[in-house]
């Protein structure tokens, strides 16, 4: 039986911290346009307070989590124990992206442990907090994180790797927008 919550207590931070990935859904408002379910890993999840939560945004090869929440705020973060007792955790709340040329970045940035190249920091209020059983997750033993991600990141200069964030993250796949270069003065 599923229960809720009115806010992330002792238990269920133990919980989101012992787990070594999260899964996060986004979707635009239109009825043509895409959901969005990304898997996240490393330790790039943090419990700011009962209400409040955040992760690193690492970059990949879309920008369809920031363009949905540019456009309507609305995420789900889900875990699943894939060891020990069957449960499944569901936060849903308003998310905003903070990106590497924004106000609060570095601040934000100081929740984690250093990563060399991160996009931005997804934070989210909570407004709901629900579990389920799980039943159905499968046991997974976790072997470790790839190292790919980390090593594509530093094969670029931090300058070109903002530009080539620019130039590859502007909009979504439905066409909404994605990271946009701030104005300079002139």
Same mark, same amino acid.
């Given at each position: 039986?599923?229960?809720?919550?009115?806010?992330?207590?002792?238990?269920?931070?133990?919980?989101?911290? &012992?787990?070594?990935?999260?899964?996060?859904?986004?979707?635009?408002?239109?009825?043509?346009?895409?959901?969005?379910?990304?898997?996240?890993?490393?330790?790039?999840?943090?419990?700011?307070?009962?209400?409040?939560?955040?992760?690193?945004?690492?970059?990949?090869?879309?920008?369809?989590?920031?363009?949905?929440?540019?456009?309507?705020?609305?995420?789900?973060?889900?875990?699943? &124990?894939?060891?020990?007792?069957?449960?499944?955790?569901?936060?849903?709340?308003?998310?905003?992206?903070?990106?590497?040329?924004?106000?609060?970045?570095?601040?934000?940035?100081?929740?984690?442990?250093?990563?060399?190249?991160?996009?931005?920091?997804?934070?989210?209020?909570?407004?709901?907090? &629900?579990?389920?059983?799980?039943?159905?997750?499968?046991?997974?033993?976790?072997?470790?994180?790839?190292?790919?991600?980390?090593?594509?990141?530093?094969?670029?200069?931090?300058?070109?790797?903002?530009?080539?964030?620019?130039?590859?993250?502007? &909009?979504?796949?439905?066409?909404?927008?994605?990271?946009?270069?701030?104005?300079?003065?002139?």
């Amino acid at each position: 039986m599923s229960k809720i919550f009115k806010k992330l207590d002792d238990k269920l931070t133990a919980f989101i911290k &012992a787990q070594k990935m999260f899964f996060v859904a986004t979707a635009p408002l239109g009825e043509g346009g895409h959901v969005n379910v990304s898997p996240k890993g490393y330790d790039s999840f943090a419990v700011i307070d009962p209400l409040t939560v955040a992760y690193l945004d690492l970059g990949g090869s879309g920008i369809e989590t920031l363009a949905h929440l540019k456009e309507n705020g609305r995420i789900t973060i889900m875990f699943c &124990a894939f060891e020990g007792k069957a449960n499944i955790l569901r936060l849903y709340g308003r998310g905003v992206a903070v990106s590497f040329d924004d106000p609060g970045f570095d601040d934000l940035c100081k929740l984690f442990p250093p990563e060399p190249r991160v996009r931005s920091v997804i934070k989210v209020k909570i407004t709901r907090i &629900a579990d389920s059983c799980g039943w159905g997750v499968p046991f997974y033993e976790f072997t470790g994180e790839r190292a790919q991600l980390r090593r594509h990141h530093q094969n670029r200069e931090l300058m070109d790797w903002h530009q080539h964030r620019y130039n590859s993250n502007a &909009a979504s796949i439905d066409g909404l927008e994605g990271l946009i270069k701030p104005e300079t003065d002139p």
